[in-house]
């Protein structure tokens, strides 16, 4: 797991589809199972959560402390397979991928490939101080959707390089509101 932070200095507001665009690489594998989470965190780096249910009493804490993403939001995610990687490009935006899923491109020793991962809508306010973090991850850091429902377990072996420069920029791209569209 790598993760990367960013601390606001000014109000800043999110609103619609983040996505992030990574160049990997797999060594001693030919596929992997990469897991995206982007995350608020307060200004002391503690991330912030929001339950979806009405009931916040101790069982409903105790109960979605590791997993039940589905009843506490812990931020927008997104997973893909690397050899389910190819767009298609008819369906594609700039802003959402959209995945063919209609062949498997296995990766070879040494390749490098991009893959876009869309993420879950997101709505948050940053105010200055809080922080934004992206989890690149080869498993679930959410949890499971239900308390006691298994969760996926991916196949992932080898080691997963994430390229962040040069040629091979990784980046995370946000949906800013009152701002010309960026990447960060």
Do not use: C
């Amino acid at each position: 797991m790598v993760s990367f932070a960013v601390r606001f200095t000014e109000e800043t507001t999110m609103v619609g589809y983040p996505k992030a665009r990574l160049w990997v690489e797999a060594e001693g594998s030919d596929d992997m199972d990469l897991f995206v989470l982007v995350q608020k965190l307060d200004r002391h780096g503690t991330p912030l959560q929001q339950f979806t249910v009405p009931n916040h009493g101790a069982l409903m804490q105790d109960v979605t402390e590791h997993g039940a993403s589905v009843l506490r939001y812990k931020g927008s995610s997104g997973r893909l397979r690397v050899s389910a990687r190819h767009l298609d490009e008819s369906l594609s935006t700039e802003a959402v991928p959209a995945h063919s899923f209609d062949r498997v491109e296995k990766l070879s020793p040494g390749q490098i490939v991009d893959v876009e991962i869309d993420l879950l809508p997101i709505g948050l306010r940053f105010l200055p101080g809080e922080q934004l973090r992206l989890v690149i991850s080869g498993h679930n850091a959410l949890g499971t959707i239900m308390p006691a429902t298994r969760d996926y377990v991916p196949h992932n072996r080898g080691r997963h390089i994430i390229h962040t420069g040069g040629e091979h920029a990784s980046y995370l791209q946000l949906p800013l509101q009152g701002a010309r569209p960026t990447q960060a």
